[in-house]
Antibody, heavy 119, light 107 residues
Framework: EVQLVESGGGLVQPGGSLRLSCAAS????????MSWVRQAPGKGLEWVSV???????YYADSVKGRFTISRDNSKNTLYLQMNSLRAEDTAVYYC?????????????WGQGTLVTVSS | DIQMTQSPSSLSASVGDRVTITCRAS??????LAWYQQKPGKAPKLLLY???RLESGVPSRFSGSGSGTDYTLTISSLQPEDFATYYC?????????FGQGTKLEIK
């Protein structure tokens, strides 16, 4: 059974850093297309970043240069390193996985982890 | 970058009604479109992919259609559990993009 469990969220001051984790089970993170998607309070879904099976990474313009997506194959875990955090980064962060033939179409999601950027 | 415009932003309907939500892409996306349902405090749930293919376990009252830049999600007969927020998403190219969402409320 596929499971995604995020952790690492919390309260951080503007300019601070945080690392989110997404522990996966039931499939191999390194062999698949994995993304982070966020949702600000009361707002819609916003795609943040992707890592392809081959290791290529892409970012939304809003986080480029500040966030880094990575994975640890030995732990089967996806990460999002978030630096220079801003108030507008406050959101629930979901990791998402495309298991089928359509990369970028997410059939599995974690439960989300809340990041609050505030002084 | 491809932008997705979803309408309406909110919709009031009754149990048993047929409802349609539309999504327009700023350029052609070759049916690389997904629809999600999200309930408060929960992660999104995939309903349809490739514009019209029903995800396993999703009731057949949900259907999708469209091509090129214009796509629709139809719920043929609303059930109480269908009141939620719906999002379209293009996965034709990076950056991926979601529509703004449609909040479906009980009339």
């Amino acid at each position: 059974e596929v499971q995604l469990v995020e952790s690492g969220g919390g309260l951080v001051q503007p300019g601070g850093s945080l690392r989110l984790s997404c522990a996966a089970s039931g499939f191999t993170v390194s062999s698949n297309y994995m993304s982070w998607v966020r949702q600000a309070p009361g707002k819609g879904l916003e795609w943040v970043s992707v890592i392809y099976s081959g290791g290529s990474t892409y970012y939304a313009d809003s986080v480029k240069g500040r966030f880094t997506i990575s994975r640890d194959n030995s732990k089967n875990t996806l990460y999002l390193q978030m630096n220079s955090l801003r108030a507008e980064d406050t959101a629930v962060y979901y990791c998402a996985y495309s298991s089928g033939w359509y990369p970028g179409c997410f059939d599995y999601w974690g439960q989300g982890t809340l990041v609050t950027v505030s002084s | 970058d491809i932008q997705m415009t979803q309408s309406p932003s909110s919709l009031s309907a009754s149990v048993g009604d047929r409802v349609t939500i539309t999504c327009r892409a700023s350029q052609g996306i070759s049916n690389s479109l997904a629809w999600y349902q999200q309930k408060p405090g929960k992660a999104p749930k995939l309903l349809l992919y490739a514009a019209s293919r029903l995800e396993s376990g999703v009731p057949s009252r949900f259907s999708g259609s469209g091509s090129g830049t214009d796509y629709t999600l139809t719920i043929s007969s609303l059930q109480p559990e269908d009141f939620a927020t719906y999002y379209c998403q293009q996965y034709y190219s990076t950056p991926l993009c979601f529509g703004q969402g449609t909040k479906l409320e009980i009339k």
